[in-house]
């Protein structure tokens, strides 16, 4: 099963190559998306079915997904709207997808392996993780939470409008 | 039994998309890059922890990723709001246009 952990890191670092280099926005985070789900699959090559899935849900999918609204919410001039005609030109989205397709290839064959062979060394199953993570780590899920609270309150503080507003607004 | 990916690989792996993630952090001006760049360096340290929980067979290495996790969350909530901040007071997205800082 070693080959899957190559190849997934072969993929992972050309796409990230390929995510430093793109002139446009919209190219590189499909490339990094790419990268991210191939780091995934290393995860599950390595024994980590748990924390692949959460690198699928949240980077993959929460934290890319902010990214994808902050660039069309910028939105940046006339270029936008000749980068959507471009998104159907077939040389921008080949890249990714030949990525994408050399992982869905090691998904298909993991599972066509069956289940017992899915991973190379030994697995930390999610049940482990919740008990340590609740248990000596607890101090740790506490601090996160007061972090993420703090985010939240910084990206509202942050993402309030225009300061001129304040002279005639009640905002304080 | 299989034989298992050794761990210098995986940390050779892991230094590898760190140093291409810093290298967009120094490389490039606009500043949506290298918030990507360092979501990708924290990917890699993602990765080695990851690793190094693979080789003991500990959950450790995975529950410092979920912390990573969280802290890449909050991080780029922040710094999306801050890049819309920048372009709404510079109409621009080149960090060098914010080297000067006016009260």
Redesign the interface.
């Known amino acids: 099963m070693n080959f899957l952990f190559y190849i997934s890191a072969l993929v992972a670092v050309i796409s990230t190559v390929l995510v430093i280099t793109r002139t446009n926005a919209v190219h590189a985070l499909l490339y990094l998306i790419v990268s991210l789900l191939a780091v995934a699959l290393i995860f599950f090559a390595l024994g980590a079915p748990f924390v692949a899935a959460l690198e699928v849900i949240i980077y993959a999918g929460a934290i890319m997904v902010l990214f994808i609204f902050v660039i069309m919410m910028l939105n940046l001039g006339g270029q936008a709207a000749k980068q959507e005609a471009q998104l159907f030109t077939p040389g921008i989205w080949i890249g990714p997808s030949i990525l994408i397709m050399v992982l869905a290839a090691e998904l298909i064959y993991l599972f066509a392996m069956g289940r017992e062979r899915l991973s190379a060394g030994a697995e930390v199953s999610p049940k482990e993780i919740g008990i340590a993570l609740f248990g000596p780590y607890v101090i740790g899920v506490e601090l996160a939470s007061m972090l993420l609270l703090a985010g939240l309150v910084g990206a509202y503080h942050l993402g309030r409008p225009h300061r001129h507003s304040k002279i005639e607004g009640s905002d304080a | 039994m ?4 050794p761990m210098e ?2 940390l050779i ?1 892991a230094a ?2 760190f140093a ?2 810093f ?2 952090v120094l ?2 001006r ?1 500043i ?2 290298m ?3 360092i ?2 360096m924290l ?1 890699a340290v ?2 080695a922890f ?2 190094a ?3 003991w ?7 410092m ?3 990573i ?10 710094g ?6 920048l ?2 007071n510079l109409k621009t ?1 080149d960090a060098d246009a914010a080297n000067s800082m006016k009260g």
């Open positions: 299989m034989a298992t990916v690989h995986g792996l590898l998309i291409l993630g290298v967009g490389v490039r606009n949506v890059f918030l990507m760049s979501e990708i990917n993602g990765i990851v690793v929980g693979a080789r067979a500990q959950p450790d290495g995975q529950i990723f979920i912390f996790l969280t802290m890449a969350a909050a991080e780029v909530s922040v999306l709001a801050l890049v819309i901040q372009y709404h997205l």
